[in-house]
């Protein structure tokens, strides 16, 4: 590894892709990434270099349960408030004092609930071992559906997926990006990152191929894929919060309702509580993102402080032309 590589935060570096991996990589239709260098097309969405070793190792390895939740976005549609969420429902009875020494006080959610394709099976020849993690086991991924492992398929693990309007999920990418880019790059400009999200290169884009994949899968599996609305949860967040633990199995008892559980848990993995954390304003994942880019705005429709009439309008047929002859709007 060069100098030059080893100042480089993880996130960016490319050296522990296999050569083996980055020769069919190279075969790849690529375009110019919006934070790493490229973004490869593989079955019609776009990846990271470092992504893609990862994505292939959890399609040959991973072997789901029939208990398994894996929790499921397009990114920057509300991730880490639902690892926040989910976390905090299945461990309820475990950490019940959630304001004393529960785990998301001191530890970032990405921590805690951790992405198959860029955690676990990022190294080709290192197979994790799963098997010591207690039953029901939570993970998470960016794959569309086409791309997720067979095993996921094939068994009634849960599927949690959860979309929010692209207009905002666009915004909020194009300030993530920019955050990690490192000092002495250009950052995006918000015309060309606009480009690039309509004719849909982005990460684990297009955004509307995306979405859909999981929405009619929803519909078809009702009692396999809940598909969840970001602005559902900051509108009715009670609401909803109990609607995911019936579908993951854990439902909320008379007596924890009585007892101020939900709201507790609603408090916990709040953006205010969570932002606020001191783990989340100087903390760092392992591979090198401060925590505190993961905590920016979190509101609905803050989009329309930096589109102009014609993005707005140029974005709302799009959606309009994807994805409403399919029953999905926002």
């Known amino acids: 590894m060069t100098d030059a590589n080893k100042e480089m935060p993880k996130y960016l570096?490319?050296?522990e892709v296999s050569q083996e991996c980055k020769d069919w990589i190279a075969t790849l239709p690529m375009e110019k990434g919006w934070l790493a260098s490229h973004l490869h097309q593989y079955q019609g969405f776009w990846h990271i270099t470092r992504q893609l070793q990862g994505v292939l190792s959890c399609q040959k390895h991973f072997n789901a349960l029939h208990s398994d939740i894996l929790i499921v976005t397009s990114p920057k549609s509300g991730t880490t408030w639902l690892k926040a969420w989910t976390f905090a429902l299945l461990n309820r009875k475990k950490y019940p004092k959630m304001f004393q020494n529960h785990p998301l006080l001191t530890e970032n959610p990405h921590s805690l609930v951790p992405f198959l394709e860029l955690d676990f099976y990022k190294d080709k020849d290192l197979v994790p071992d799963l098997s010591m993690i207690?039953?029901?086991?939570?993970?998470?991924?960016?794959?569309?559906y086409v791309s997720l492992p067979k095993s996921v398929m094939n068994t009634y693990c849960k599927i949690v997926y959860l979309c929010r309007n692209p207009?905002?999920?666009?915004?909020?990418?194009?300030?993530?990006?920019?955050?990690?880019?490192?000092?002495?790059?250009?950052?995006?400009?918000?015309?060309?990152?606009?480009?690039?999200?309509?004719?849909?290169?982005?990460?684990?884009?297009?955004?509307?191929?995306?979405v859909l994949g999981y929405?009619?899968?929803?519909?078809?599996?009702?009692?396999?894929?809940?598909?969840?609305?970001?602005?559902?949860?900051?509108?009715?967040?009670?609401?909803?919060?109990?609607e995911l633990a019936r579908f993951i199995g854990c439902p909320f008892s008379k007596e924890e309702e009585d007892e101020g559980v939900v709201d507790d848990i609603l408090k916990l993995c709040s953006f205010k509580n969570l932002s606020n954390l001191e783990v989340n304003k100087k903390g760092k994942l392992p591979s090198g993102e401060?925590?505190?880019?993961?905590?920016?705005?979190?509101?609905?429709?803050?989009?329309?402080?930096?589109?102009?009439?014609?993005?707005?309008?140029?974005?709302?047929?799009?959606?309009?032309k994807?994805?409403?002859?399919?029953?999905?709007?926002?």
């Not at 990418?173 to 880019?181: A, C, D, I, R």
């Not at 599996?221 to 602005?231: C, D, L, N, P, T």
């Not at 401060?290 to 047929?317: P, V």
Request: proline share 3%.
């Open 167 to 210: 207009k905002d999920a666009f915004i909020s990418l194009w300030h993530f990006t920019n955050k990690l880019k490192t000092e002495g790059t250009c950052a995006n400009s918000l015309e060309d990152s606009f480009e690039k999200f309509c004719n849909g290169v982005s990460l684990c884009g297009p955004f509307w191929d995306h």
């Open 13 to 15: 570096q490319e050296s």
């Open 134 to 144: 207690s039953s029901p086991r939570l993970f998470s991924t960016h794959l569309p």
């Open 322 to 330: 994807k994805l409403a002859q399919h029953g999905l709007r926002f």
């Open 215 to 242: 929405w009619k899968k929803s519909l078809e599996q009702s009692e396999k894929i809940i598909f969840m609305r970001y602005e559902e949860m900051k509108k009715n967040p009670s609401t909803v919060l109990k």
């Open 290 to 320: 401060e925590h505190r880019a993961f905590f920016r705005c979190g509101e609905i429709g803050d989009s329309k402080n930096y589109l102009t009439a014609e993005m707005i309008e140029q974005l709302d047929a799009i959606t309009e």
